[in-house]
């Protein structure tokens, strides 16, 4: 008997995410590598506690997958792109990024609604609500990069903000969390 519950289109998706989310996990830890050998463990910690978050979204995809009875498909991981030339750089790098993860997510968001696979499109919420929440991280870090001065910032303002970071917990408010005493 067949146990499979997902369609050979959702199925092919998830893994694409899955790999997609992998990669993202490459990418934080390829920028964490770069700023710990620029001289900013702190920035560095925060990218390398990141990374291991991405790896952590991988396997969330992957246990879907295989108790949905489908098949997991383990393919190449592609290089990140080249090192960022400066924190200001490495920050809009992160949010480029994190934008086009959401709109892979919202791809097997819409696919799930249009093949009504209503587990699908349930599980997935969990990744559309954590992309606002790295969208609003990686907006967060621009945020303190523009204070800092941008790519004009001083070597006190990279250092206050690799030791802000190193401290910055990872995960960011959600705009639906807010309320009036506690905006």
Same mark, same amino acid.
């Given at each position: 008997?067949?146990?499979?519950?997902?369609?050979?289109?959702?199925?092919?998706?998830?893994?694409?995410?899955?790999?997609?989310?992998?990669?993202?996990? +490459?990418?934080?830890?390829?920028?964490?590598?770069?700023?710990?050998? +620029?001289?900013? %463990? %702190?920035?560095?910690?925060?990218?390398?506690?990141?990374? +291991?978050?991405?790896?952590?979204?991988?396997?969330?995809?992957?246990?879907?997958? @295989?108790?949905?009875?489908?098949?997991? +498909?383990?393919?190449?991981? /592609?290089? /990140?792109?080249?090192?960022?030339?400066? =924190?200001?750089?490495?920050?809009?790098?992160?949010?480029?990024?994190?934008?086009?993860?959401?709109?892979?997510?919202?791809?097997?968001?819409?696919?799930?609604?249009?093949?009504?696979?209503?587990?699908?499109?349930?599980?997935?919420?969990?990744?559309?609500?954590?992309? =606002?929440?790295?969208?609003?991280?990686?907006?967060?870090?621009?945020?303190?990069?523009?204070?800092?001065?941008?790519?004009?910032?001083?070597?006190?303002?990279?250092?206050?903000?690799?030791?802000? @970071?190193?401290?910055?917990?990872?995960?960011?408010?959600?705009?639906?969390?807010?309320?009036?005493?506690? /905006?």
């Amino acid at each position: 008997m067949d146990t499979n519950r997902l369609s050979k289109s959702i199925e092919a998706a998830l893994n694409a995410q899955m790999t997609k989310e992998a990669h993202a996990s +490459q990418i934080y830890l390829s920028y964490a590598a770069w700023a710990d050998s +620029q001289g900013f %463990g %702190g920035i560095a910690n925060f990218l390398f506690r990141h990374a +291991q978050e991405e790896r952590n979204h991988m396997m969330k995809i992957l246990e879907y997958i @295989l108790k949905r009875g489908a098949e997991v +498909q383990v393919t190449a991981i /592609p290089a /990140p792109a080249s090192n960022p030339v400066s =924190i200001n750089n490495c920050f809009e790098k992160i949010l480029e990024h994190e934008i086009d993860n959401t709109k892979a997510i919202y791809k097997v968001v819409k696919m799930s609604l249009e093949e009504e696979d209503w587990a699908t499109w349930n599980f997935m919420q969990w990744f559309v609500k954590e992309q =606002i929440e790295e969208e609003t991280l990686a907006m967060n870090l621009l945020d303190k990069a523009k204070i800092a001065g941008g790519e004009n910032m001083s070597g006190d303002a990279r250092y206050v903000l690799d030791k802000d @970071l190193e401290k910055t917990p990872d995960k960011a408010s959600s705009a639906e969390d807010a309320t009036t005493a506690n /905006p």
